[in-house]
């Protein structure tokens, strides 16, 4: 899977999460264990993510799986509708 430029924050925006910052490195208070402090790691240019937190990590499809409770041709077809996908 190949990801466009700035498909993390896209869809992120998606779901109403508005990250501070930019650049390589992106953290956001995890959306698997309910937090306040940023703790959630985005590496945006190597489609990957890390929760310090509770551990969560994975690419962009796999949090798009795991917050939406959906399977893989699912995510993949709400990240192309977003146009986060480089067909």
Same mark, same amino acid.
């Given at each position: 899977r190949k990801f466009r430029s700035g498909?993390? &924050?896209r869809? @992120?925006?998606s779901i109403g &999460?508005?990250?501070?910052g930019h650049g390589k490195n &992106?953290?956001?208070?995890?959306?698997?264990?309910?937090?306040?402090?940023?703790s959630l790691? &985005?590496?945006?240019?190597?489609n990957h993510y890390y929760c310090f937190g509770c551990h969560e990590h994975g690419d962009l499809?796999?949090?798009?799986?795991?917050?939406?409770g959906i399977k893989f041709l699912e995510a993949n077809?709400? @990240?192309?509708? @977003?146009?986060? @996908?480089?067909?």
């Open positions: 498909a993390f &924050i869809y @992120l925006n &999460i508005q990250p501070k &992106i953290m956001i208070p995890c959306v698997f264990h309910g937090e306040t402090e940023a790691n &985005i590496y945006a240019e190597e499809c796999d949090l798009v799986m795991k917050v939406e077809s709400l @990240l192309d509708s @977003l146009g986060c @996908l480089d067909n």
